[in-house]
């Protein structure tokens, strides 16, 4: 509608000039009625053509900017995605190189292997790594990582293995406190700590004090660590304490494991 409007008052103001023209007024009091009368067409023609312009101008130059947008939208995905991949790649290279240099500390043999699932169950504490018996692996055999003792393999299929961790309440390792040498056996807990069995009252054990594995369980190398004390209880009666461990492996973040292939000889977890 704006539109026919708009080519209705360019048609009357056409004819009026062309009567004016013919008629050819020289009056000047004619020529002001004239103006008097056209002017206000003029103006409206003149905005309108003015209006319709600046849309189509303004129309054609958002496509333009959302196009631009959108391809910007797309190198900004891309960028993000290569950041994302980038970052990745560096922590992975931060973690295999904690775990090449841990692994320069070992005097045993050592497999390298990445974490492909875990156990969804809340009352088994099991990760499957992605080695098994065409690499080597056996049953018994431990499991470490640059922060300590992860776990043990209980289950070994041709190309992957199912690992037993150490907050398990089936698994068992010999432990000593590393500043006074007292000895005991670190068992796992469902609260994802672990407990210091079998510590006599007369040993000294105080609240960050650092465990380590002894060695005489024939399964773990010694020295390794295993966890800090984070509580310690002294009862009136009875000949042991009570003593809570922190592991010192976060195993919600495991990601890479090394397995110890060779040990005086191979236990499962929990057996004496």
């Not at 009875?238 to 809570?244: A, L, S, Y």
Request: glycine share 8%; net charge positive; hydrophobic share 40%.
């Amino acid at each position: 509608m704006m539109v026919v409007g708009m080519f209705v008052l360019i048609a009357v103001n056409t004819i009026v000039l062309s009567v004016n023209k013919k008629n050819n007024y020289t009056s000047s009091d004619s020529g002001r009625v004239v103006i008097y009368f056209i002017a206000p067409f003029q103006e409206v023609v003149n905005r309108s053509i003015r209006f319709v312009r600046g849309i189509w101008t303004h129309y054609f130059f958002l496509v333009s900017v959302a196009k631009e947008n959108d391809n910007l939208k797309q190198v900004l995905r891309n960028a993000v995605g290569k950041n994302n991949i980038c970052n990745e790649i560096e922590l992975s290279n931060l973690r295999l190189r904690a775990l090449l240099n841990f692994q320069k500390t070992m005097t045993s043999p050592v497999l390298s292997a990445e974490v492909i699932g875990k156990d969804p169950s809340p009352w088994f504490k099991t990760i499957i790594i992605d080695k098994g018996k065409a690499d080597g692996i056996k049953k018994g055999l431990p499991v470490v990582v640059p922060e300590g003792i992860a776990g043990q393999v209980t289950d070994v299929s041709y190309h992957f293995s199912k690992v037993l961790l150490i907050i398990d309440q089936n698994n068992a390792v010999d432990a000593l406190v590393q500043r006074t040498r007292a000895r005991g056996i670190i068992t796992g807990e469902s609260s994802g700590r672990c407990t210091f069995k079998y510590v006599l009252r007369k040993h000294d054990i105080k609240v960050g004090d650092t465990l380590i594995s002894s060695g005489l369980d024939g399964v773990f190398p010694k020295g390794i660590r295993v966890g800090s004390v984070s509580e310690v209880v002294r009862r009136n009666s009875g000949i042991f304490q009570d003593v809570t461990v922190i592991p010192c492996v976060d195993f919600e973040k495991l990601e890479e494991v090394l397995v110890v292939l060779n040990t005086p000889k191979h236990k499962l977890a929990g057996e004496r």
